[in-house]
């Protein structure tokens, strides 16, 4: 029987390390790239909190948000026709890297670069040529594109790539993934990475939905134990982990 633990969008604005004020100077800088009758592509959209704020930014554009998770689909549709804006959002489930319109004036791709990456039984390294290659493939020339994905903040150690794929090369290092968004098409106009407070509250967001049902069932719940075993990995795997050496890299680029 799967544990329906609380959803993380209760616990979490974005489905990312991303601060209140960071936020505010991405949904900005994207919505000047959205002129009337212009489309900004979200892939891996989650909740889309990000994209929402977007579109009531940019009151004459159209927001697409792509995602494999029907339940955060279905809550980014709510929010969209609570905050009017559901005629101008579409939030479709699938592939990211094919659905949705083939040409976009902005991209938005945080944590979503798997989704360029090909199948495999094994955990391979993160694919950011592939995903570049991708998103150059659907952006035109001086769009706007947010990329997001993990970088290495330090050089991995044994027990912070055990809770994730278990190598070094899983992820690369900020200048290294500059490097690539160059070497595929793109120009960086600023490079961000999330600082410690962001990674803090992010993986509280993860702890918050494990308390809530702990609070919430009586100790003896026949899933208890399987909940607050899940919780101690979490918090092991971060605190004794990767924390402080897991990054995420936020590039803002236009394309060239």
């Given at each position: 029987?799967?544990?329906?633990?609380?959803?993380?969008?209760?616990?979490?604005?974005?489905?990312?390390?991303?601060?209140?004020?960071?936020?505010?100077?991405?949904?900005?800088?994207?919505?000047?790239?959205?002129?009337?009758?212009?489309?900004?592509?979200?892939?891996?959209?989650?909740?889309?909190?990000?994209?929402?704020?977007?579109?009531?930014?940019?009151?004459?554009?159209?927001?697409?948000?792509?995602?494999?998770?029907?339940?955060?689909?279905?809550?980014?549709?709510?929010?969209?026709?609570?905050?009017?804006?559901?005629?101008?959002?579409?939030?479709?489930?699938g592939d990211g890297a094919?659905?949705?319109?083939?040409?976009?004036?902005?991209?938005?791709?945080?944590?979503?670069?798997?989704?360029?990456?090909?199948?495999?039984?094994?955990?391979?390294?993160?694919?950011?040529?592939?995903?570049?290659?991708?998103?150059?493939?659907?952006?035109?020339?001086?769009?706007r594109v947010l990329y997001?994905?993990?970088?290495?903040?330090?050089?991995?150690?044994?027990?912070?790539?055990?809770?994730?794929?278990?190598?070094?090369?899983?992820?690369?290092?900020?200048?290294?993934?500059?490097?690539?968004?160059?070497?595929?098409?793109?120009?960086?106009?600023?490079?961000?990475?999330?600082?410690?407070?962001?990674?803090?509250?992010?993986?509280?967001?993860?702890?918050?939905?494990?308390?809530t049902w702990l609070a919430?069932?009586?100790?003896?719940?026949?899933?208890?134990?399987?909940?607050?075993?899940?919780?101690?990995?979490?918090?092991?795997?971060?605190?004794?982990?990767?924390?402080?050496?897991?990054?995420?890299?936020?590039?803002?680029?236009?394309?060239?």
């Amino acid at each position: 029987m799967t544990i329906e633990l609380p959803p993380l969008h209760e616990d979490m604005v974005f489905l990312s390390p991303l601060s209140e004020e960071r936020a505010t100077g991405f949904v900005g800088w994207l919505a000047g790239g959205l002129p009337a009758h212009a489309t900004m592509l979200d892939v891996g959209c989650g909740w889309a909190e990000l994209s929402l704020r977007v579109a009531a930014a940019a009151p004459r554009a159209r927001v697409v948000g792509v995602d494999l998770d029907e339940q955060s689909l279905e809550v980014a549709r709510r929010r969209a026709r609570e905050r009017h804006l559901g005629d101008r959002t579409q939030f479709l489930p699938g592939d990211g890297a094919i659905t949705g319109p083939d040409e976009v004036d902005v991209l938005v791709a945080i944590g979503a670069s798997q989704v360029w990456g090909q199948e495999s039984e094994e955990m391979q390294p993160l694919p950011y040529a592939a995903a570049l290659s991708g998103i150059r493939d659907r952006v035109r020339r001086g769009a706007r594109v947010l990329y997001g994905d993990g970088v290495w903040s330090r050089s991995p150690t044994p027990e912070a790539t055990a809770p994730l794929a278990g190598r070094d090369d899983e992820f690369v290092t900020l200048p290294e993934l500059v490097d690539l968004a160059v070497e595929h098409g793109f120009v960086p106009v600023a490079v961000q990475e999330a600082s410690q407070d962001e990674w803090d509250a992010f993986e509280s967001g993860f702890t918050a939905h494990y308390a809530t049902w702990l609070a919430t069932h009586e100790p003896d719940h026949p899933d208890a134990d399987e909940v607050r075993d899940r919780a101690r990995r979490q918090r092991d795997a971060y605190f004794r982990g990767y924390r402080g050496i897991l990054g995420l890299a936020y590039l803002q680029l236009l394309a060239v």
